[in-house]
């Protein structure tokens, strides 16, 4: 029995939502579960930039909307090749699966779709692919949207390779991450805005997003050391706190090498070298 006039009708505007926009395709999603986008999600989706960089605290989100710009793209854009790269193969499968979990708001046009484990094809010619960064196929593709998860761990080797592959197609780069190391091409973009002036930037801390309890972030406030904390919830590129040193006394160590170590002191006691250099 076909569905009353006024169901359908509500199915058909919820339908045009969300093969307006991205953001449309996310809000119909998040609503089967009861949320709603965040407004840095809904700013990221609507971004007209060829290249977008985020870097985001832990636990906003971030997978959502790599999945829902992806999607969108294939969905809505017949024939699109969407590469999907994360920094390893069981993150590559997260992002698929968090695409998967969409699919049931696209109706019609989630008909004919053929699935593997890495893959979807589309009936209408797109195809949407994961891969991991270590993969050593990264070379070859001709892609019309390119999404780099966790880009902060993705070597530069590998960001290399995957350049290119938008060069034929103009196609789109959005690479969207926690905040790592203060290293490697992830943090150029994101830092150097004069030496990459074609990429739009958005940060997003922990505080800015409801979920994340103020009680919660006080406890790992207390539980971290700083670095890490303000690398993993305020979006801040620090260097490791579990290493013996911070590259910042790693340089100063080293600038100091050619100093001859005081008479009597131990030559693998850094601390006095640490303090002439301070």
């Given amino acids: 029995m076909s569905a009353p006039p006024m169901e359908a009708t509500r199915r058909d505007v919820a339908q045009l939502a969300v093969a307006a926009s991205p953001v449309g395709l996310l809000s119909a999603a998040l609503e089967l579960t009861g949320g709603k986008p965040d407004p840095w999600q809904v700013k990221a989706l609507s971004s007209p930039a060829s290249r977008l960089a985020i870097v985001a605290s832990r636990q906003v989100g971030k997978g959502s909307v790599a999945a829902a710009a992806a999607l969108h793209c294939a ?6 090749l969407i590469l999907i790269v994360s920094a390893s193969e069981r993150q590559a499968r997260v992002v698929i699966d968090r695409v998967r979990e969409m699919l049931t708001v696209l109706g019609r046009h989630a008909e004919g779709l053929v699935e593997t484990l890495t893959e979807l ?8 692919r994961v891969l991991p960064s270590t993969s050593t196929s990264l070379r070859g593709w001709s892609c019309h949207y390119l ?3 966790e880009a902060s761990f993705v070597e530069t080797v590998s960001w290399h390779a995957l350049v290119p592959t938008t060069a034929a197609t103009g196609g789109r780069i959005l690479a969207l991450s926690s905040a790592g190391q203060p290293e ?3 943090y150029d973009v994101v830092t150097r805005p004069d030496q990459y002036p074609e990429w739009e930037r958005i940060t997003v ?11 919660f972030l006080a406890g790992e406030r207390r539980r971290l050391p700083d670095a890490t904390y303000r690398r993993e919830y305020l979006a801040e ?4 706190a579990l290493g ?3 590259p910042l006394l790693v340089a100063r160590a080293m600038a100091a090498g ?5 008479p009597g002191a131990n030559p693998f006691d850094l601390s006095d070298l640490f303090r002439r250099q301070q």
């Avoid at 094809?121 to 949407?128: D, E, H, K, M, Y």
């Avoid at 590129?237 to 490791?240: A, D, H, I, L, V």
């Avoid at 050619?258 to 005081?262: A, I, K």
């Fill in 205 to 215: 801390t922990a505080d800015q997003v409801s979920r994340l309890r103020p009680e």
């Fill in 258 to 262: 050619r100093e001859q170590p005081r």
């Fill in 184 to 186: 490697g091409w992830f």
């Fill in 147 to 149: 999404v780099v998860d």
């Fill in 75 to 80: 969905a809505y854009r017949p024939g699109s």
């Fill in 237 to 240: 590129f620090t260097g490791s």
């Fill in 244 to 246: 013996p040193f911070e």
């Fill in 121 to 128: 094809r589309f009936a209408n010619g797109s195809v949407l």
